[in-house]
């Protein structure tokens, strides 16, 4: 059972950036797709990027092109999730995600089958 843990959420003005990092428990995870979703207050749980075994393939939703690159360091089980330009409606729980699928790089929630706890990013205006 792979288990993911996110870190580095927190609280940040509009315009500023934030790392979000995720520590993947099994090695296995380097042949799967790491992504990214968030849930907003009030909002429906939505994907945010994704990338494919060996970083073949990044995706990223509309709302953040351009603005957050997600990158993945198999030697170490680590996925990250650079964010700039931060805005307000940015602020969500994020959750790090994995799909054994590691050619899938697509919105859907379905195909990824491990979820870790999330973490709050709050981005103040």
């Known amino acids: 059972q792979v288990q993911l843990a996110e870190s580095g959420g927190g609280l940040v003005q509009t315009g500023g950036s934030l790392r979000l990092s995720c520590a993947a428990s099994e090695r296995t995870v380097s042949s799967y797709t790491m992504g990214w979703f968030r849930q907003g207050p009030g909002k429906e749980r939505e994907f945010v990027a994704a990338i494919t075994f060996s970083g073949g393939r990044q995706s990223y939703a509309d709302s953040v092109k351009g603005r957050f690159t997600i990158s993945r360091d198999d030697a170490k089980n680590m996925v990250y999730l650079q964010m700039n330009s931060l805005r307000a409606e940015d602020t969500a729980v994020y959750y790090c995600?994995?799909?054994?699928?590691?050619?899938?790089?697509?919105?859907?929630?379905?195909?990824?089958?491990?979820w870790g706890q999330g973490t709050q990013v709050t981005v103040s205006s």
């Open positions: 995600v994995a799909s054994r699928n590691g050619f899938y790089s697509g919105p859907s929630s379905t195909y990824y089958t491990y």
